[in-house]
């Protein structure tokens, strides 16, 4: 088990790359088993979801190797369309999978996916996608089996926009008999970048972005190359984490335009931008303003800067409220970061955060995996040493979060177990 060691505030200066997105890299990683020729994914983050997904593609047959970001995928010898109940219980996008090996083998079964506790988790919407394609979908305790012979292009309506559900009709869609639209779909950048990948792949799918994607099904689609773009939550994140630390810091690898809402929002409390193509600059002088944050689908405020934006604003100077409206249960963070000297009352679905002129460096846990990352923001805020364990959570998401902040100057590290044990 690995441990964050931060020695405290420090002002933060530097330029830090960012990975490659997790978000957009699972379901591409899903996607390539449309075809049976060998994909390669580009600045793909060593991270455990990652790692998830290769075990979960070749315990299903498929070869994968990743390499210095690399990632080859050779999906030619998969012979197996039930997805393995120990990988899938520990991340919830293995589901997206369900839609791909359905529309690649005409059946597939899988166990109810895992993932962060953030709340409720259901799939209602990924069935109903399915089924509104032809699937026969029979759910059996914490199973789920799907048959079809070969899917048919149909119109799905999601209730709302999932990402998710949107990916898995997509996967399904790509190989389906005739034309599916999809409305009410999410409109996430990573969505965007999976009908440009699945189109690489020789697919027809247009409206990304959009909430309505049309999708013409093909007989075959082939292997491609592709690379993934940077990830705008770590990104999110990192620019929070230089507010904490009231320095200047350039984030590069990044679309700007992506993170728009959350540029916007930074700026009310007290952030300055300053933008490129593919980077953002952001210096912050003093204590951040306090800002009113509702999260919501994209364009909106991301949930998953949630918890990020409520570890900065700790330490704002005056009150904040923030109201999550994605995932119910994402505000278990607030008593970790309480341990830290936070004051944040959790009421009728809303957060209040008062902010305090300073946070006292203390030993709270990663709750989750954005809630872990809340954590070393206001520990980089924070006087005297800050110790983070359930960091596994991070790993997760972030490639290496204190090699990243050590770039900008932050006095964090990471206390292996091993090591600790070895020094004792
Ligand atoms: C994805 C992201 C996650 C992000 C979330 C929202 C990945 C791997 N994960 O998760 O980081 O926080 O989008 O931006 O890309 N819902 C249902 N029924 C369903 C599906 C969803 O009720 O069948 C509800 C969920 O409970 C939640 C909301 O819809 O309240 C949004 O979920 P969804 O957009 O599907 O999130 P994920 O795809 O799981």
Redesign the pocket.
């Known amino acids: 088990m690995s441990e964050i060691h931060i020695g405290g505030f420090r002002r933060l200066q530097g330029r830090i790359p960012v990975q490659g997105s997790?978000?957009g890299v699972?379901?591409m990683m899903a996607a390539s088993i449309l075809s049976d020729e060998t994909t390669v994914i580009t600045n793909v983050p060593a991270i455990q979801?990652v790692f998830c997904m290769m075990g979960i593609l070749k315990f299903m047959g498929c070869s994968c190797t990743l390499k210095d970001g690399e990632l080859t995928l050779c999906p030619a010898g998969l012979d197996r369309t039930d997805l393995p109940e120990e990988y899938v219980r520990q991340?919830?996008?293995s589901?997206?999978l369900l839609g791909a090996v359905l529309g690649r083998c005409g059946r597939g079964s899988t166990c109810y996916p895992g993932?962060?506790s953030?709340?409720?988790?259901?799939?209602?919407?990924?069935?109903?996608a399915l089924r509104s394609l032809g699937a026969e979908i029979r759910e059996d305790g914490c199973c789920v089996q799907a048959r079809a012979g070969r899917l048919a292009g149909g119109t799905i309506r999601l209730p709302?926009?999932?990402?998710?559900?949107?990916?898995n009709a997509l996967l399904a869609a790509a190989l389906a008999d005739g034309d599916t639209v999809i409305l009410g779909a999410?409109r996430?950048p990573?969505i965007e970048e999976l009908c440009r990948f699945i189109n690489a792949m020789g697919g027809e799918v247009s409206g990304g972005g959009t909430g309505r994607i049309r999708i013409r099904g093909k007989k075959k689609l082939h292997g491609c190359r592709f690379q993934a773009p940077g990830d705008r939550?770590v990104a999110g994140t990192y620019l929070m984490a230089a507010m904490a630390g009231r320095g200047e810091v350039e984030l590069a690898g990044v679309r700007p335009e992506h993170l728009k809402e959350v540029i916007r929002t930074l700026e009310r409390a007290g952030a300055v931008f300053d933008i490129s193509e593919t980077a953002v600059t952001v210096s912050m002088a003093g204590r951040p303003l306090p800002l009113q944050v509702e999260t919501g689908?994209?364009p909106g405020f991301?949930?998953?800067l949630q918890s990020p934006v409520m570890g900065l604003l700790c330490c704002a100077s005056g009150v904040s409220r923030i109201r999550e409206t994605?995932?119910?249960g994402r505000y278990e963070t607030a008593a970790e970061l309480e341990k830290l000297g936070a004051s944040v009352t959790v009421r009728e679905g809303e957060a209040l955060v008062r902010g305090r002129p300073v946070l006292r460096g203390g030993r709270a846990g990663a709750r989750d995996?954005?809630g872990g990352a809340a954590l070393v923001v206001a520990g980089l805020a924070a006087e005297g040493e800050t110790e983070i364990y359930d960091c596994f959570h991070i790993e997760r998401g972030y490639e290496d979060i204190c090699r990243d902040l050590r770039l900008a100057g932050a006095d964090i590290r990471w206390q292996r177990q091993e090591a600790k044990e070895k020094e004792n």
């Open positions: 997790k978000n699972l379901p979801d991340m919830r996008s589901i997206v993932g962060c953030i709340g409720k988790r259901p799939i209602d919407f990924h069935l109903q709302y926009p999932s990402v998710g559900a949107t990916e999410a996430e990573e939550i689908p994209y991301p949930t998953d994605v995932f119910e995996l954005r």
